[in-house]
């Protein structure tokens, strides 16, 4: 029984600082940044906002699991969906510490290539969102009202823990959990060797590459040594590209939370342009450009390893045991808020001085009768 369960809990391990960073990015975010400063770039659904947003994705710290709240952050607060397809994508495939370890690990070529295509596909994604999905989502609508209404705590700390704490694990933690536990189910049954069958046909294995990396998790930079190692065993530079690019990007996490945020369609624009994207960066390092470029004879064949694996373990063990506490209060506060919402006209549960916004509203009526007469 616990062998079944070691699965799980890596995953959770790996996930949970990340998600913890990702949710506390948002919530920093939402106080201390104005969003009058940055949304109006990127509301629009045009290429514009689409460049910037993936110009912005590019060098920030987030991975594929932090990025989740962040960008439904930032769609919630008015970016468009190209906007917000164009950062999910740009963001966990590339920043500045991965782009560092893709150097010192696999060399200049795969550095550069990587950073190019995150642009590349941050573009197209967006684009592409843009121009086929102009169905707006609820995720938008809901919440405007009540930012300008509702009671914010005075403490800009104070409500940025309860924004990223709170209100987006409540919104996300459910889907979060679904996915950890797919991810598990697969991590458990899917054969190890699977890719030696296959190490003449670099086709063939680029599709394989994609069907583990688009519903499991892989972390950009944990990516990054699991590539090295595939390159080593023989997988071909194009098909460990694959994994590079979309690995990072996909998993049923990142899948079941833009689908409920953004909808059907968006969910499904995002995923063919990964999958595209991939298979012709992947067919072009492999067919095009110089094999020599992407030599790994160079690299030892001993992979270094972390230092302080316990202390590791232990920081990772808290931060899954956190993460799981939090959600549980999310859930917990989400519930107790959903009676406040049937005396809300906004359609949020939210009140203002005790007082429900129908009865605001009656009154403002009364007054403005009094006026007149």
Not at 32 to 53: D, M, Q, T, W
Request: a positive charge.
């Amino acid at each position: 029984m616990m062998n079944a369960l070691i699965p799980f809990i890596s995953l959770l391990n790996e996930m949970s600082p990340y998600l913890l960073m990702g949710f506390l990015f948002a919530g920093l975010m939402k106080a201390y940044v104005p969003k009058e400063k940055y949304i109006g770039h990127i509301a629009k659904p045009n290429f514009r906002s689409v460049l910037y947003a993936t110009l912005a994705g590019i060098p920030l710290p987030l991975c594929s699991c932090g990025v989740i709240p962040t960008g439904i952050s930032l769609h919630k607060q008015g970016a468009s969906k190209g906007a917000t397809v164009a950062f999910l994508t740009s963001t966990p495939q590339e920043n500045i510490y991965s782009i560092m370890a893709t150097y010192s690990l696999m060399g200049l070529p795969f550095a550069v290539t990587c950073a190019f295509a995150t642009f590349i596909s941050g573009l197209t994604g967006g684009t592409a969102a843009t121009k086929f999905d102009k169905t707006k989502s609820q995720t938008n609508n809901a919440v405007n009202n009540c930012e300008e209404t509702g009671i914010k705590p005075k403490n800009r700390i104070v409500s940025a823990l309860h924004y990223g704490l709170v209100e987006m694990l409540g919104d996300t933690g459910k889907w979060l959990v679904i996915g950890i536990v797919i991810a598990g189910v697969l991590a458990i049954f899917l054969p190890e060797e699977l890719f030696s069958v296959y190490l003449n046909n670099p086709l063939l294995n680029m599709l394989i590459v994609l069907l583990i990396a688009l519903p499991t998790y892989t972390c950009a930079v944990g990516s990054i040594p699991m590539a090295a190692v595939f390159m080593m065993k023989g997988l071909s530079p194009g098909a460990a590209f694959v994994f590079l690019m979309a690995g990072p990007v996909t998993s049923i996490a990142t899948m079941t939370v833009i689908g409920k945020a953004l909808g059907r369609r968006t969910l499904l624009i995002y995923l063919c342009n990964i999958v595209v994207c991939a298979l012709l960066f992947g067919l072009t390092i492999d067919y095009l450009l110089p094999a020599s470029l992407f030599d790994m004879s160079a690299i030892s064949g001993t992979m270094c390893h972390e230092d302080g694996v316990t202390g590791i373990f232990s920081f990772k063990l808290i931060c899954s045991i956190t993460l799981i506490a939090l959600v549980i209060n999310a859930v917990i506060q989400k519930r107790l808020s959903s009676s406040r919402k049937k005396n809300c006209n906004c359609g949020c549960g939210c009140k203002k001085d005790g007082k429900d916004r129908k009865d605001e509203k009656d009154e403002d009526t009364v007054l403005n009768q009094l006026k007149t007469n």
